[in-house]
């Protein structure tokens, strides 16, 4: 993997994040939906345990309310003696695991409460005593209530400083029923070790550390699990004690007898916990199972870290696999992005990735390859396109030589032991040109000069002027007239000239003797005459350009040379050279070029004129060919020239 | 070079701005040519525009003249320029084509 921009890891950051995210929340959602199911299921173990408890409480005080409520009843039913009465406290404490202690309050006549016989019986002593141990006070209250409830009652629980136990007494009244009258006979109780019950409900557990408690009418705790909870307190007081309104609240709840649950901090194991309470019918308690929450969910906790730690496990396996296979996958794009990366730097022969899917990276592999394939082929063309031009330029070139041999170079040896000087200039603008220029001997006194320029340019143009200028050359100067050679000359290009190409051109012929020049003009541009140093143009046409138009007659015109007298023969690229801006030599410039050096030799004359032109043109590229002759006549014969 | 063309019922015109040379005869030549092969051998060309013409555009004009003149049809000139009017005599064409002023005088001789 090459450096962090690379599409594999870019990739698997992303899929990884996103995959991350929706563990997290699926994490966090199981949670959270497992921990309310675990508070309902905590809930409705806690009601079946607290129904359970209840009807265990009811299961076990009833066997402790029976006898007495059997023994109340015999008692109403019958008179009673002391002795009886005796026997019957005895007979109550026999269930001594249960009982403490058993009592009757007897009243010597029904309804009157000013004389009372108590008999007392602990379990732990062996007779019956004369006192209860309970105040007298608090037995008349007990009787004046029951007198109106006329229901049993059971006592709020009570330590029993001689024991040290949890004690609740259940007491029953007694009305006469033998009289009729219902007056109260007194009351029949037993003390009751709550110890007992608590131990008879410890079984009911199902996790480690949650209660079950029960509390009575007042708030004091009946059954309680073994902690620093002060039994002559209520839970109320306990509440505002340790400052947790939740519980004073649940106390509140259960003392008015109403069933539900509950979430609270606990005062027993300062835990936050989940309570249930429902009352115990019989007796006015209530019970509460609780269960603290942390262990209601400890087993969530451990599954949920377990879960987690198997998740963060599973995404680290999920993001090796994922940078391994996108890497896999990738390699094809990358192997084609370092392949078209090397087509793009020129080299077109690289090797293709073998790539075999049919998927977007197979489709681009094979467009890419396409596109390899094409570029070669049009290299290649391109290449043989380029190697075919050289070759057609090298044969230009070659052509060009050939055609620059045609023209005369001779100019000193021809004009030897003569009384003219001659020179010509020619550059053509391609490697081929259409101008050409021509001087011949047509006898021993008479010289024939030639300019001309094919119309067009390139091989067309310089083919025509090959033929035009043999044709030229093969005239029969001597017996016809100049004016019929032209005419001759030009039947023989009309000729199968589909193409219309014409050639202008200016024929001089020279008596070196008279000085004589007679000239015929076939549409070229007029020549200068510099006479005296006065220039003037050699106007005349005498008949259209050669190849235009067959059979025309040309005609001829004549004028004289002196000594020193020069001609100057141009073609049109000279007036039609062009600057950069745009500008031509013209006719007016090339005037000015042949004064200023018309007393010089032809040679420098020609020069001369070239040299302003490239002055004037100052690297413009050449348009058309570029053609000046002069010649002067009369001077004396030029002396071999020192080499 | 801009070339315009309108059709007269006589003749079709084609008006010649600019220069005529080796860089763009083949325009002149191909749209002459696409004409001349539609059946229009009746063509004036109308020069007033033209400021210069080389030898590859009289070229064109002297093609035109023979092909136009083998299918029995009319081809002339008008307008020419003074400059244009020297290349025309010097070159001899002015005995050649026929030369007009302008194009009403031209059609006319359709």
């Known amino acids: 993997m090459k450096s962090r921009n690379s599409l594999a890891f870019k990739l698997s950051l992303i899929i990884l994040s996103v995959v991350l995210f929706i563990f997290a929340v699926i994490v966090f959602f199981n949670f959270k939906v497992s921990q309310s199911l675990l508070v309902e299921d905590a809930k409705k173990d806690a009601q079946y345990i607290t129904k359970l408890t209840i009807s265990q409480i009811q299961d076990a005080l009833g066997t402790?309310?029976?006898?007495?409520?059997?023994?109340?009843?015999?008692?109403?039913?019958?008179?009673?003696?002391?002795?009886?009465?005796?026997?019957?406290?005895?007979?109550?404490?026999?269930?001594?695991?249960?009982?403490?202690?058993?009592?009757?309050?007897?009243?010597?006549?029904?309804?009157?409460?000013?004389?009372?016989?108590?008999?007392?019986?602990?379990?732990?002593?062996?007779?019956?005593?004369?006192?209860?141990?309970?105040?007298?006070?608090?037995?008349?209250?007990?009787?004046?209530?029951?007198?109106?409830?006329?229901?049993?009652?059971?006592?709020?629980?009570?330590?029993?400083?001689?024991?040290?136990?949890?004690?609740?007494?259940?007491?029953?009244?007694?009305?006469?029923?033998?009289?009729?009258?219902?007056?109260?006979?007194?009351?029949?109780?037993?003390?009751?070790?709550?110890?007992?019950?608590?131990?008879?409900?410890?079984?009911?557990?199902?996790?480690?550390?949650?209660?079950?408690?029960?509390?009575?009418?007042?708030?004091?705790?009946?059954?309680?699990?073994?902690?620093?909870?002060?039994?002559?307190?209520?839970?109320?007081?306990?509440?505002?004690?340790?400052?947790?309104?939740?519980?004073?609240?649940?106390?509140?709840?259960?003392?008015?007898?109403?069933?539900?649950?509950?979430?609270?901090?606990?005062?027993?194991?300062?835990?936050?916990?989940?309570?249930?309470?429902?009352?115990?019918?019989?007796?006015?308690?209530?019970?509460?199972?609780?269960?603290?929450?942390?262990?209601?969910?400890?087993?969530?906790?451990?599954?949920?870290?377990?879960?987690?730690?198997?998740?963060?496990?599973?995404?680290?396996?999920?993001?090796?696999?994922?940078?391994?296979?996108?890497?896999?996958?990738?390699?094809?794009?990358?192997?084609?992005?370092?392949?078209?990366?090397?087509?793009?730097?020129?080299?077109?022969?690289?090797?293709?990735?073998?790539?075999?899917?049919?998927?977007?990276?197979?489709?681009?592999?094979?467009?890419?390859?396409?596109?390899?394939?094409?570029?070669?082929?049009?290299?290649?063309?391109?290449?043989?396109?380029?190697?075919?031009?050289?070759?057609?330029?090298?044969?230009?070139?070659?052509?060009?030589?050939?055609?620059?041999?045609?023209?005369?170079?001779?100019?000193?040896?021809?004009?030897?032991?003569?009384?003219?000087?001659?020179?010509?200039?020619?550059?053509?603008?391609?490697?081929?040109?259409?101008?050409?220029?021509?001087?011949f001997k047509i006898s021993e006194d008479k010289i024939c000069l030639a300019i001309g320029d094919v119309a067009g340019k390139g091989v067309p143009a310089a083919l025509f002027m090959t033929v035009a200028l043999t044709l030229i050359r093969s005239g029969n100067y001597s017996q016809s007239s100049l004016a019929n050679v032209v005419g001759k000359i030009n039947n023989q290009l009309c000729k199968r000239n589909d193409n219309s190409y014409f050639i202008t051109t200016f024929f001089g012929v020279l008596d070196l003797v008279s000085g004589d020049l007679v000239f015929c003009n076939a549409g070229h541009n007029y020549p200068y005459l510099v006479k005296q140093s006065e220039l003037f143009e050699v106007q005349g046409t005498h008949g259209a350009a050669l190849g235009v138009l067959d059979e025309i007659k040309y005609k001829t015109g004549k004028i004289k040379l002196e000594a020193d007298d020069l001609i100057v023969l141009y073609t049109d690229g000279i007036t039609d050279a062009e600057n950069k801006q745009a500008q031509f030599f013209d006719k007016n410039r090339l005037e000015e070029a042949i004064r200023l050096h018309a007393l010089k030799e032809p040679a420098d004359i020609t020069r001369g004129v070239y040299q302003q032109i490239r002055k004037f043109t100052d690297g413009e590229p050449q348009s058309d060919d570029l053609t000046i002759i002069a010649l002067k006549f009369g001077t004396e014969t030029n002396k071999k020239k020192e080499s | 070079m801009n070339l315009k063309e309108s059709t007269h019922d006589k003749a079709m015109v084609i008006e010649i701005e600019g220069r005529l040379d080796t860089t763009n005869f083949n325009q002149l030549e191909k749209k002459i040519m696409d004409k001349i092969d539609a059946g229009k051998i009746n063509i004036l060309v109308d020069c007033s525009h033209m400021d210069y013409v080389s030898s590859s555009g009289l070229r064109i004009f002297l093609m035109t003249l023979k092909k136009i003149t083998s299918l029995n049809g009319q081809f002339v000139l008008c307008g020419l320029q003074e400059n244009i009017k020297e290349i025309f005599e010097i070159s001899g064409f002015t005995s050649i084509f026929k030369i007009y002023d302008n194009q009403t005088t031209a059609l006319d001789t359709f």
Do not use: C
Not at chain 1, 340 to 348: H, L, M, P, R, S
């Open chain 1, 64 to 439: 402790v309310e029976e006898p007495v409520i059997i023994l109340s009843h015999f008692i109403t039913d019958n008179e009673m003696n002391s002795n009886q009465l005796r026997e019957i406290v005895d007979l109550m404490v026999i269930n001594s695991d249960r009982i403490l202690s058993s009592f009757i309050y007897y009243f010597r006549k029904p309804g009157d409460t000013t004389r009372v016989r108590h008999y007392y019986r602990q379990a732990s002593e062996s007779k019956t005593e004369r006192k209860i141990d309970v105040p007298e006070p608090v037995l008349k209250r007990w009787v004046e209530q029951l007198n109106i409830s006329r229901k049993p009652y059971w006592s709020e629980p009570r330590l029993n400083e001689k024991t040290n136990q949890l004690t609740s007494r259940y007491i029953v009244p007694m009305f006469d029923t033998m009289q009729g009258n219902a007056k109260m006979l007194g009351l029949i109780a037993i003390e009751f070790k709550l110890k007992w019950l608590r131990e008879v409900l410890q079984k009911n557990k199902i996790y480690d550390s949650d209660y079950i408690f029960v509390i009575s009418k007042e708030g004091r705790p009946v059954v309680i699990p073994d902690t620093s909870f002060k039994f002559n307190k209520t839970i109320l007081q306990r509440a505002k004690e340790v400052n947790n309104p939740e519980m004073y609240e649940l106390g509140q709840k259960m003392i008015a007898g109403e069933s539900g649950s509950f979430e609270t901090i606990d005062i027993i194991d300062n835990k936050r916990s989940v309570i249930y309470y429902e009352p115990v019918p019989s007796t006015d308690w209530s019970v509460g199972v609780a269960f603290p929450k942390n262990e209601l969910f400890k087993q969530l906790y451990r599954t949920t870290f377990v879960l987690g730690g198997v998740g963060l496990i599973g995404f680290i396996l999920i993001l090796i696999f994922t940078i391994l296979i996108l890497k896999r996958q990738t390699k094809p794009l990358r192997e084609l992005s370092a392949a078209a990366k090397e087509i793009g730097q020129g080299k077109f022969d690289v090797e293709m990735p073998v790539i075999h899917t049919q998927d977007e990276v197979g489709i681009l592999k094979d467009s890419l390859q396409n596109m390899q394939d094409e570029l070669k082929s049009y290299i290649k063309n391109l290449v043989n396109t380029i190697k075919e031009k050289e070759r057609i330029e090298g044969e230009l070139q070659v052509a060009q030589q050939i055609q620059m041999g045609y023209l005369r170079r001779d100019f000193d040896a021809f004009a030897e032991n003569k009384n003219f000087a001659l020179s010509a200039f020619l550059k053509p603008a391609r490697e081929v040109g259409g101008d050409f220029y021509d001087y």
